[in-house]
């Protein structure tokens, strides 16, 4: 079987550049959720909106009895989406980028419950669709 390898270079060249944008993205919002240096505006909408999220997890609360401070529950997420989006960007390990996109699919899937069961209208959830698209 002979392999095409210009097919094979294109495919890395858009992998490539499709991690390198979702790392940075991943990023961007982890750094808007841990300090205001970049927006304090959105900074401070997003510290209300985790002050909201922090009363809506009821996992933890109903199964472990964990009550989660809304500042740890913010910082836990932008330290973790953060650290993910690092890995995509400058770790040059395949297992170490799939564990950080399932870590990213699954807090994008969070996001979206949370956003839902706070009864936020679809131009709000958007957002958080936005890195599942095509």
């Given at each position: 079987?002979k392999l095409?390898w210009t097919?094979?270079r294109?495919r890395?060249?858009v992998?490539?550049?499709?991690?390198?944008?979702?790392g940075?993205?991943?990023i961007?919002?982890?750094?808007l959720k841990?300090?205001p240096?970049?927006s304090p505006?959105?900074?401070?909408?997003l510290?209300?909106?985790?002050?909201?999220f922090?009363?809506?997890?009821?996992i933890?609360?109903?199964?472990?009895?964990?009550?989660?401070p809304?500042?740890?529950?913010?910082?836990?997420?932008?330290?973790?989406?953060?650290?993910?989006?690092f890995?995509?960007?400058?770790?040059p390990?395949?297992?170490?980028?799939?564990?950080?996109n399932?870590i990213?699919?699954?807090?994008?899937?969070?996001s979206i419950?949370?956003?839902?069961?706070?009864?936020?209208?679809?131009?709000?959830?958007?957002?958080?669709?936005?890195?599942?698209?095509?």
């Open positions: 079987m095409n097919l094979w294109s890395s060249i992998l490539t550049a499709l991690s390198i944008f979702l940075s993205f991943f961007l919002m982890g750094v841990l300090s240096i970049i505006e959105i900074h401070r909408e510290r209300r909106n985790f002050i909201h922090a009363k809506l997890t009821p933890l609360t109903t199964y472990f009895g964990w009550k989660i809304a500042r740890f529950y913010r910082i836990g997420w932008g330290t973790i989406e953060s650290l993910a989006g890995i995509l960007i400058f770790i390990f395949h297992r170490l980028k799939i564990i950080a399932i990213l699919l699954l807090l994008t899937l969070f419950y949370n956003h839902h069961s706070a009864g936020h209208r679809f131009d709000q959830k958007f957002p958080n669709l936005f890195p599942l698209s095509p």
